[in-house]
């Protein structure tokens, strides 16, 4: 099973910082990684597809970077409505598995 | 607009079984992979179950396999989850995912909630 670990758990800063989020995969797995965000009693929402590419209707403060084992989504100036829990997803391998999330809250 | 309606959670004792639907609309169903993700509680998200968009391809996680079935009704754009033996393991939100096979889930039903108590 290939592990995701994303880094930090917690983030935390203000409207207009940038924010920068990391998922490590345990083994290779090309560029099949996704980011989804989870605001607070809502269903997820796919925000990237294979490591860079936006998901429709989102916006392009939201960029994806890496390959390989190292990924990255960076939030170029958080809105108040990015404050949320955002998770890494691969699809190289089954099972499918997801990291364990990183919540960037308000400082 | 594609949307996704899960429907079937509810309060069930340990051992039990339980079905879980997922309605598909605005979409060629048929077409696409389906999937399921449940979420304890105050917990990250797991994967559960993929099934492809003719059926014949079905894919299940380690912690749920020989107790959960994914199947699919094409003629009624449904997909579903069947769970048996149910444990207080169990007891989270499954969501209703489209994608999953070859892509990212990029729609997501609003969940329905499962919880294991006696």
């Known amino acids: 099973e290939i592990v995701l670990t994303q880094s930090p758990d917690t983030l935390s800063l203000s409207p207009g910082e940038r924010a920068t989020l990391s998922c490590r995969a345990s083994?290779?797995?090309?560029?099949?990684l996704a980011w989804y965000q989870q605001r607070p009693g809502q269903a997820p929402r796919l925000l990237i597809y294979?490591?860079?590419n936006r998901a429709t209707g989102i916006p392009a403060r939201f960029s994806g970077s890496g390959s390989g084992t190292d990924f990255t989504l960076t939030i170029s100036s958080l809105e108040p409505e990015d404050f949320a829990v955002y998770y890494c997803?691969?699809?190289?391998?089954?099972?499918?598995?997801f990291g364990q999330g990183t919540k960037v809250e308000i400082k | 607009e594609v949307q996704l309606v899960e429907s079937g959670g509810g309060l069930i004792r340990p051992g039990g079984s339980l079905r879980l639907s997922c309605e598909a609309s605005?979409?060629?169903?048929?077409?696409?992979?389906m999937t399921w993700v449940r979420q304890a509680p105050g917990k990250g998200l797991e994967w559960v179950s993929t099934?492809?968009?003719?059926?014949?391809?079905?894919f299940l996680a380690d912690s749920v396999k020989g107790r959960f079935t994914i199947s699919r009704d094409n003629s009624r754009d449904e997909v579903y989850l069947e769970m048996n033996t149910v444990g207080a393991e169990d007891t989270a939100v499954y969501y209703c995912?489209?994608?999953?096979?070859?892509?990212?889930?990029?729609?997501w039903g609003q969940g329905t909630r499962v919880t294991v108590s006696s």
């Open positions: 995912a489209k994608g999953g096979h070859l892509s990212a889930y990029d729609v």
């Open positions: 605005g979409l060629t169903f048929r077409n696409y992979a």
């Open positions: 099934i492809s968009g003719n059926g014949g391809e079905t």
């Open positions: 083994q290779s797995i090309s560029r099949y």
């Open positions: 294979d490591t860079s």
């Open positions: 997803q691969q699809r190289s391998n089954w099972p499918r598995t």
